[in-house]
């Protein structure tokens, strides 16, 4: 009887580890398909990030170049209209400067012309012969706003589409020409004498940035004006016409309308952002940055890469679930097959699962790190990119401006020469802050070490700064001490420039104090100012990457500054000055 009772509940016994068995196996089968699912998505979602973000920065770099060349443009009518030549209509000796101004933009202007102050046409650089200038010159041109805005306004004016006398629609930037008659510049009496005025070809130039997009993703490139007016397309027929246009909507699938009308509505309010819109099984990305005129958003610029990685991505998912069915249905077969070995070893399958699941968590969460990893070397990546280009950009756009003035205008050449190598040293700086972080990250940045007074260091870094700040309303104040330090002297004098531009940047008027002194066998070098102070927001991470809250610079300084310093077994911190005006930076090095 009992062995009867015995062998009912070892039946019972063996149907519950069955069963346990059995729901063990389906539980990681689960687990493994849940996880490979999440796994293939956050592909997906990575793959369509990195298309977003390759058009993003396409979009900036296309509207920032624009913007540049406009600018450009811009620049050159409000000089044309100042020189005495023009002023005075002395034509004979303006014709060239006609020509001259057309060489230096040709890859977005077709002409630059002027207008007396009547509107008629006195000269254009397209005037290649006599007869040319006979059939043109002196033609009526009042009645075109390129002329009438400036003369009511005597302020620059940028046009919308205007179809020139050759049939071609061109955008038109005009410069009033004035005159003061006031010799004595006793009060305003600016007398309107016409205008200076360029077209732009924007099929032309829009040609020629198209050129300069990725081919990586069949990018493509548009430009509309404020008010939904086609300025470029690929497809030359959409010039001048209304996205918003019956033309235009009648064309567009009546699934993407609303939803398309909308992204479009969001793009013409001034920011710049992006997003997706499907059609037949494709995923347009769009990209989109506002272009500027003094200071007025004036069009849009779109770049379009089309792709399919959802489609893509989405098969390859497929597989993989029917794979894991495949191998969810196995698994059951074999734990059925073999369910007589693992009751006998069950006790050493309870731990073999254990540690098992145990290492595929450890796994999970290494993966789920990984990713976490990818996600922040993205950001930064994208944030370096950003802030190189933006950093990179401005002083290179004011070497190549002056550049033009050194030609334009040679009594300005000192002033053009001063300011061209000012910014040519600030490239220098910014691309020695990038090399050092790159050394800093690779653990290559090398020291060599010498013995030298640290005096003779910092009073050769404050006549550097003072010189570099040429601001009568920032004192330097420093009691030298000599003091001997071994050390690597270049790096070392890095690091108080770095504290001493910080501190005149945040200091509008008042007194920078440096002092250096011997404590407990340390060096204490201390630079104090009286500005700003640090904002509480960046205080816990003022020495990490890109951590600023100036409107200039990478933000890299302080952390190159904190790389050396640490490099020597030292340390350097900051903190707000107690009595509310400034703050304190300190650094400490062995001796």
């Keep these: 009887m009992s062995l009867i009772v015995s062998q009912r509940l070892s039946k019972s016994t063996s149907a519950l580890v069955l069963l346990l068995i059995g729901a063990i196996a389906i539980g990681l089968s689960l687990m493994s398909y849940q996880f490979s699912a999440l796994t293939s998505e956050e592909i997906r979602r990575i793959g369509a990030q990195d298309i977003r973000s390759n058009t993003e920065i396409q979009a900036y770099d296309m509207a920032n170049n624009l913007n540049s060349n406009i600018e450009a443009v811009h620049s050159i009518l409000a000089l044309l209209s100042g020189l005495p030549a023009i002023q005075n209509q002395d034509l004979e000796s ?35 012969n006599q007869t040319i200038y006979e059939q043109y010159a002196g033609g009526d041109r009042s009645f075109r706003p390129y002329f009438s805005e400036p003369r009511d306004t005597l302020r620059p004016y940028f046009s919308s589409l205007i179809e020139s006398v050759d049939g071609v629609p061109r ?65 030359a027929t959409y010039i001048g016409k209304d996205v918003f246009g019956d033309e235009l909507q009648s064309i567009l699938p009546p699934e993407i309308i609303d939803r398309f009308n909308s992204f479009l509505r969001a793009s013409l309010q001034g920011e710049a952002g992006s997003g997706d819109i499907p059609v037949q099984g494709s995923t347009n990305t769009i990209a989109y940055q506002p272009v500027s005129f003094s200071g007025d958003n004036f069009a849009v610029v779109y770049v379009i890469a089309t792709h399919n990685i959802q489609g893509i991505v989405g098969s390859l998912i497929d597989q993989q679930r029917n794979f894991n069915l495949i191998i969810i249905g196995a698994i059951g077969v074999v734990a059925v097959s073999i ?132 601001d009568s309303n920032i004192k330097f104040e420093y009691s030298p001490r000599k003091l001997l330090v071994e050390a690597d002297r270049m790096r070392i004098s890095q690091v108080l420039s770095n504290l001493l531009s910080n501190a005149v940047k945040f200091t509008k008027q008042g007194t920078v104090y440096i002092s250096a002194d011997n404590k407990d066998g340390q060096l204490i070098v201390s630079v104090k100012d009286t500005g700003s102070g640090i904002d509480l927001e960046i205080m816990s991470r003022l020495f990490t990457k890109f951590t600023t809250k100036s409107q200039t610079g990478t933000g890299l300084g302080l952390f190159i500054s904190k790389s050396i310093i640490e490099a020597h077994g030292g340390r350097i911190w900051a903190e707000n000055n107690k009595d509310g005006k400034g703050a304190t930076f300190t650094f400490r090095l062995p001796l």
């Design 94 to 128: 303006s014709k060239d400067l006609f020509s001259d101004a057309q060489k230096t933009t040709s890859n977005i202007t077709s002409s630059y012309f002027w207008l007396d102050k009547d509107g008629k046409l006195l000269w254009a650089n397209a005037f290649e």
């Design 171 to 235: 955008l038109y930037i005009a410069h009033p020409i004035i005159l003061d008659t006031d010799q004595n510049n006793n009060n305003n009496s600016s007398v309107f004498n016409g205008v200076v005025a360029s077209a732009i070809d924007l099929d032309r130039f829009g040609k020629i940035l198209q050129s300069q997009l990725s081919t990586k993703y069949g990018s493509t490139l548009g430009m509309v004006d404020r008010n939904g007016l086609i300025l470029y397309s690929s497809n």
């Design 339 to 470: 369910a007589s070995l693992i009751l006998i070893w069950n006790r050493r399958l309870s731990g073999i699962v254990k540690s098992k699941t145990a290492e595929l968590e450890q796994a999970n969460t290494s993966l789920q790190e990984a990713v976490e990893q990818l996600k922040d070397h993205d950001r930064m990546q994208r944030e370096f990119i950003n802030v190189a280009a933006h950093e990179l950009r401005t002083p290179t756009q004011a070497i190549i401006g002056y550049s033009d003035l050194f030609y334009l205008r040679p009594e300005s050449r000192e002033e053009a020469i001063k300011a061209i190598t000012r910014n040519a040293q600030r490239l220098e700086t910014l691309t020695r802050d990038i090399l050092d972080v790159t050394r800093i990250e690779g653990h290559r940045l090398d020291l060599n070490k010498e013995k030298f007074d640290i005096s003779e260091v910092v009073a050769s870094a404050i006549e550097d700064t003072r010189s570099r700040v040429d």
